[in-house]
């Protein structure tokens, strides 16, 4: 009841303010009474107008006639409030329909002045109904005594928990149901009456400047209002304390014409006065005096100022004195003042002073008593009426709030303070009591508002309180100043800073037990709330089970145990919180809601570690360990009978474990964390059992990377199987197969990683294994379209003796080719030299991403891993499979699997860069190389002839070959070449015969031979590469006779039976090598000795033309002039020897480091 009648005070004081704003804008352009036009605002009663016809009016430019406002304002109140829809058939109901019950058998209260409908009003006072009875039993102004100085309130997010009253004696008038008793607003402007006496009576200037409209614009006023408006208004100066003075009438929500009245009566009264203590009685007397009915412009702002007035009296009086005669003379006093008929009408003028010197004297005699403590300025009024004089110093401190923005204290603050100071000697006010009540104040004002200056402030006069020092009989009457507080059904007596405090502490107490709900978005009120409560002391019940306050010490056992209970309450609150919302999150999220859960309980054990802990740990070290365990234990209980129904990682399961493991993770993490930096005993494992996740996902998650195992396999083989050899792009030259299957291993180690689940080495060897399987079978499948090289080599022709003849014969033809068989021949018709060089970029592809892939995977490991090794070094017994676990386990492990895959795949590089060199020296160019190459005479045949072709060949290579093996195919080739030059030196058939200075060219080719004029391959490379055959040549330079010796010499050793040599196993002394050196001898000498001893047929006696048009030759050249069509590849000079230096300069720099 307190609340509601506090909130519509709220809602009828802000309605004023609103009108008045609107009607003082600007925005109405006239405002017309029944007695003409007026400026003036003094005479309006706001409460009956209608709000909504004053703001059409100010949209439309009109004119306000009051009289047609309080008249829809009339109709307004006749019906209920409706929604304004298009049926119109929807409105509001003030109570439950269900719950209202029937209606009231007694009458209704009569009213005491009929409501004025001319609108005149000199006060700003509000309607007083019935519900407002309740607040005059009331004792302070907490959530349900709302100051009215104040504007709606903006509470606290979480202050369905009002703030304890401090238990003042209820005030006696209004105990009655036939009239009103005090209300907030009669105390607000009793206070104001107070302030402005005391000011007065303390010789303080106080005029006021009736010309002048007194309030201020507010800033957003101004930019209603027209540039003329502006510039006509000037600023009119005045004092400083006229201004002070106005700034207070503002706050104390006085208006304009009140105050003047209030003051001149006022005035009157201290020039008569001019001695003497000023008392409330002496005041309200006053003004009864003062005071006509004349003053007011109308009858109801008269009535109520006058029932004000009596109630004052009455309260005070009746409060003061305890004799029953005294008690019955006032009230009856008093009622004639109330009643409207008897004062104002029948009574006469000398009646009307008779009253008053009835009350005064009845005054006269209690201000006369003793005081009790002897305190200078005291009076008995003191103590007699302490319950109202701190309610009446409750509503000054109140005004220092602005109006405004209403959690900040106006700039005037201390010089209002100043002047408030005035009236301790009248209302019993000592520096500790002020604090004590400021702090009081501000404090009730954070819980509306949230302000966090207003809690430090309250926060810093509280301690204040602590530690001023007042005498004797000081801190006896603040003892004596007795408050009652009902605590588990018991009712105590406490003094009024003991009061201020429990109630402080019990308000404190509410939210504390659920700390996360109320100061998560803002931490800083949370320290201070702290700090509040170390300085007035957190509840606990004495042996007894009487209330008492405990102070805060990081030495006592009994508060660390009451901050650990807010620890387990506020924990299980904010748990129960997210708990209850849970499902409908997590169908947003669609996810299930044990994950969405544990998403929400690590959020909540972070702000705990991170807001909360830094705090409590002076006084509780162990309050994130008790916040972890318990969040840890009640997701536990919720997790335990999922954990039952798992079958597989898939499906919620995929969602639930991770998030249950990693929220078991880091609860773990922040245990030992706070272990750590509190320098606590370890209670690890009595406090924690972890959740059952390990044990049971392990065996799921192998059998599922058991299951990729035959997926992969499966396809790896079908990319493989369609491939066509073809590069991606200009800039990805590997093939689409290989880009393909890592794609497929890396989703299968992103699966895996991804389930954010506990694994052991198992895991780990399984998915190498597949890892393992899977390019290994990719490159047995590259590897096993290989021919050997062999299949490329020509058949060598018959040897013969060199002869000449000029004598017309039939000469034989040579064969010079033998027939593939035909997978062989389907295989080399795959493995032309772009697809060589796909294959050859598609396995340093493999090598790149291995590498890549393993940095990844031990990156992931290392992730999953460090929970596992923390364990362990928190004291557990190491097992002897848990060396399985270490470092040099998993480098075994990648050992056996990636770097066999290098392995692998390097031997396989070398394997296609040698077939890729004999394909283009003894296939691709066998035509060109090894059948026209000095073929029949040297000078005419030369190296330079065959440069061309290399030079396409090695052209195109270099756009489709990857950086990286450039030089290992040109090196390759450069072999291949140096292979079938000796071929040509030896096996060149009987076309060929060399001469002396034949030899002479042919060395200087040999020279050239991949160098091209330093800017190929390294000269030093190139000359250890083709020392054989510069040793072949150095033989055909010997003399004859000496070439026959040797031959002699290595005839010894070996059967003399000629035959033809397989292809790689010659040797330099060997018996083959140096017959066909003879046999290629253009040497009268040497072709005797041939025909004698081995009886070789005459050279001329065989037409070698014939091998020129083989039908094993390969279409290499034409083949790859129409693909460089597709290719784009550039066309580069081609027709000298010059020519090809130009593609071997880019190749050769990892050769050239080789060679040095």
């Not at 209330?547 to 209970?565: F, P, T, Y």
Request: glycine share 4%.
């Amino acid at each position: 009841m307190e609340q509601q009648a506090a909130l519509v005070n709220h809602y009828r004081r802000d309605r004023r303010k609103l009108l008045e704003f609107l009607l003082s804008s600007g925005l109405i352009k006239e405002l017309r009474t029944p007695s003409g036009p007026t400026n003036s605002l003094s005479n309006l009663d706001f409460d009956s107008i209608s709000a909504d016809y004053i703001i059409h009016c100010a949209e439309s430019g009109g004119v306000v006639d009051v009289t047609e406002a309080t008249c829809k304002y009339s109709d307004e109140s006749a019906y209920p409030v409706t929604i304004h829809s298009q049926t119109r058939s929807s409105y509001f109901l003030v109570s439950d329909s269900e719950s209202a019950g029937s209606p009231p058998r007694r009458a209704p209260p009569p009213l005491y002045a009929k409501q004025a409908v001319d609108a005149s009003c000199l006060s700003s006072q509000v309607d007083r109904g019935y519900v407002e009875k309740a607040t005059t039993s009331g004792d302070d102004c907490g959530p349900g005594y709302e100051p009215a100085t104040n504007a709606p309130p903006r509470p606290l997010g979480n202050s369905e928990f009002p703030v304890p009253s401090l238990g003042l004696p209820s005030l006696k008038t209004g105990i009655d149901w036939f009239f009103e008793g005090l209300s907030d607003d009669d105390l607000r402007e009793s206070a104001y009456e107070l302030l402005l006496a005391s000011m007065f009576f303390s010789g303080v200037e106080a005029n006021s400047v009736e010309d002048r409209r007194k309030e201020k614009t507010s800033k957003f006023l101004s930019g209603l209002k027209s540039k003329r408006d502006k510039m006509q208004s000037q600023p009119q100066f005045v004092g400083r304390k006229s201004e002070l003075m106005d700034t207070i009438r503002v706050q104390m929500q006085i208006s304009e014409a009140m105050d003047a009245c209030t003051r001149r009566n006022l005035m009157q009264l201290a020039a008569r006065k001019m001695s003497g203590q000023i008392d409330l009685t002496h005041i309200a007397l006053g003004l009864l005096n003062g005071t006509f009915k004349s003053d007011f412009l109308n009858e109801r702002s008269y009535m109520q100022w006058k029932s004000r007035q009596a109630n004052i009296l009455e309260e005070l009086l009746c409060s003061a004195t305890s004799t029953t005669t005294e008690h019955q003379t006032i009230r009856n006093d008093v009622a004639k003042i109330r009643d409207e008929n008897e004062w104002d009408t029948m009574m006469s003028a000398s009646e009307r002073v008779a009253v008053v010197a009835s009350i005064r004297q009845v005054a006269v005699k209690l201000s006369s008593l003793p005081t009790q403590f002897g305190i200078q300025g005291e009076t008995f009024y003191w103590t007699a009426i302490y319950h109202v004089n701190i309610r009446l110093y409750q509503k000054l401190l109140f005004g220092l709030f602005d109006v405004l923005d209403e959690d900040q204290l106006i700039e005037e603050a201390d010089e209002v303070l100043q002047h408030i100071k005035l009236t301790w000697s009248t209302l019993g006010i000592t520096e500790k009591m002020h604090d004590a009540l400021y702090g009081w104040v501000l404090f009730q004002q954070f819980v509306r508002t949230g302000g966090s200056v207003l809690l430090e402030n309250a926060v810093l006069h509280l301690q204040k309180v602590l530690s001023t020092e007042e005498d004797d009989r000081k801190e006896q009457y603040m003892n004596s100043l007795v408050c009652t507080k009902q605590y588990n059904s018991n009712h105590m007596k406490l003094h009024l800073l003991q009061s201020i405090f429990v109630s402080i502490s019990m308000w404190c107490d509410s939210k504390l037990q659920d700390y996360h709900s109320h100061f998560s978005q803002k931490p800083c009120n949370f320290r201070m709330i702290i700090s509040l409560v170390s300085a007035v002391g957190v509840l606990a019940s004495g042996e007894s089970g009487d209330l008492k306050l405990m102070k805060l010490n990081a030495s006592d056992a009994n508060a660390s145990r009451k901050l650990k209970s807010y620890v387990e309450k506020s924990t299980e609150a904010a748990f129960r919180k997210v708990a209850s919302k849970v499902d409908f999150e997590s169908k947003i999220e669609r996810i299930h809601p044990l994950a969405q859960l544990a998403k929400e309980l690590k959020l909540i054990a972070e702000t705990e570690f991170n807001v909360f802990h830094p705090v409590l740990r002076c006084w509780c070290p162990e309050s994130v360990i008790t916040s972890v365990v318990l969040l840890h234990q009640c997701y536990g209980e919720r997790l335990k009978p999922f954990l039952k129904g798992v079958s597989s990682v898939s499906g919620d399961a995929k969602s639930v474990l991770p998030a249950a493991y990693m929220l078991d993770q880091y609860l773990t993490k922040l245990y030992t964390s706070a272990l750590e930096a509190n320098k606590l005993p370890n209670s690890f494992n009595q406090d924690f059992k972890h959740y059952q996740i390990g044990e049971i996902a392990k065996p799921f998650i192998l059998d599922w990377v058991i299951s990729q195992h035959s997926h992969i396999l499966e396809w790896t083989g079908r990319a493989f199987d369609i491939e066509d050899w073809e590069p991606l792009s200009y800039h990805q030259r590997q093939a689409a197969s290989i880009v393909e299957v890592f794609r497929i291993i890396e989703e299968t180690v992103d699966q895996l990683f991804g389930f954010n689940l506990p694994m052991d080495i198992t895991h780990l060897q399984a998915l190498l294994s597949v890892i393992f399987h899977s390019l290994d079978a990719y490159l047995m499948k590259m590897l096993n379209q290989l021919v050997e090289k062999n299949h490329l080599y020509p058949s060598a022709p018959p040897i013969t003796r060199y002869t000449e003849t000029v004598i017309p014969m039939i000469k034989r033809s040579l064969v010079v080719g033998t027939l593939l068989d035909e997978n062989v021949a389907c295989k080399l018709n795959e493995l032309t030299i772009p697809k060589l060089c796909i294959r050859l970029n598609t396995l340093q592809y493999i090598q790149k991403q291995v590498a890549i892939l393993e940095d990844g995977i031990r990156k992931s490991w290392g992730l999953i891993r460090p929970s596992h090794e923390q364990r362990q070094t928190r004291g557990e017994v190491l097992e002897e499979r848990s060396l399985l676990t270490s470092s040099e386990a998993v480098d075994a492990l990648f050992a056996t699997t990636c770097h066999i895959i290098r392995d692998t795949t390097e031997d396989a590089i070398r394997k296609f860069c040698d077939f890729t060199g004999a394909r283009v020296v003894f296939w691709d160019l066998r035509d060109q190389f090894l059948f026209h190459l000095y073929h029949g005479d040297v000078g005419s045949s030369r190296l330079e002839s065959l440069l061309p072709h290399v030079d396409t060949v090695l052209d195109h290579i270099c756009v489709l070959i990857d950086d990286t093996l450039r030089d290992l195919v040109v090196l390759s080739i450069c072999r291949a070449s140096l292979e079938g030059y000796v071929w040509v030196l030896l096996d060149g058939g009987p076309s060929r015969a060399f001469s002396d200075s034949d030899i002479t060219m042919m060395e200087d080719d040999l020279n050239e031979f991949f160098v091209a004029e330093g800017e190929g391959l390294p000269r030093s490379l190139v000359e250890q590469e083709a020392k054989f055959a510069q040793q072949i040549l150095g033989l055909f330079s010997l003399k004859t006779e000496t070439v026959i010796r040797m031959l002699m010499n290595a005839s010894e050793h070996v059967s003399l039976r000629v035959e033809s040599h397989k292809h790689g196993h010659m040797g330099l002394e060997d018996a083959q090598t140096l017959l066909r050196v003879l046999c290629h001898k253009k040497d009268r000498e040497a072709s005797k000795f041939l025909k004698q001893q081995y009886e070789l047929p005459m050279s001329s006696e065989y037409d070698d033309t014939s091998s020129r048009d083989s039908n094993f030759g390969s279409p290499l050249i034409p083949d790859l002039l129409k693909r460089s069509t597709s290719f784009h590849w550039p066309k580069k000079d081609q027709s000298s020897f010059k020519s090809i230096r130009k593609k071997l300069q880019a190749a050769t720099s990892e050769i050239r480091d080789v060679a040095r």
